[in-house]
């Protein structure tokens, strides 16, 4: 008896642990991304850019599936999108992940508490984007 009742608590300890680890990675792209982020860093391109935006310049609000953009750059060409409302969501080609915005995919390099970045094309002579909390 002692053998059956050690054996069924150990298989409920290894289902609570494989539960509880399951749901750690419930949070989804778009839950992390939700919020206002500034564009902070643009590098890349032809020319090999490594520019910093001040924060405040720049400033996307992602809010589950509509991405508000304010754009106060005096080179706003240069800064990815004009300020105005577009969709976004998520999507993975090819095992990669990507955030699409319009419609145009931008790989995800990472999405971390305080910063994320894509790009489009960064080896093939596109641009990168940081943007910070």
Do not use: H
Request: hydrophobic residues 35%; charged residues 15%; contains cysteine.
């Amino acid at each position: 008896m002692g053998l059956m009742k050690n054996t069924l608590l150990l298989l409920i300890l290894i289902a609570t642990t494989v539960v509880s680890c399951s749901n750690d990675d419930d949070t989804t792209q778009q839950d992390r991304l939700t919020g206002s982020w500034d564009l902070r860093y643009i590098y890349g391109g032809i020319g090999g850019i490594a520019d910093t935006i001040p924060s405040g310049t720049v400033t996307y609000t992602f809010n589950n599936g509509a991405l508000l953009v304010e754009n106060n750059n005096p080179e706003p060409d240069y800064s990815f999108l004009q300020s105005g409302s577009y969709n976004y969501n998520f999507t993975t080609i090819s095992n990669i992940e990507y955030l699409q915005i319009n419609n145009k995919p931008y790989e995800i390099f990472s999405i971390e508490t305080s910063a994320f970045s894509i790009g489009d094309d960064v080896p093939l002579d596109g641009l990168g984007y940081t943007f910070e909390r």
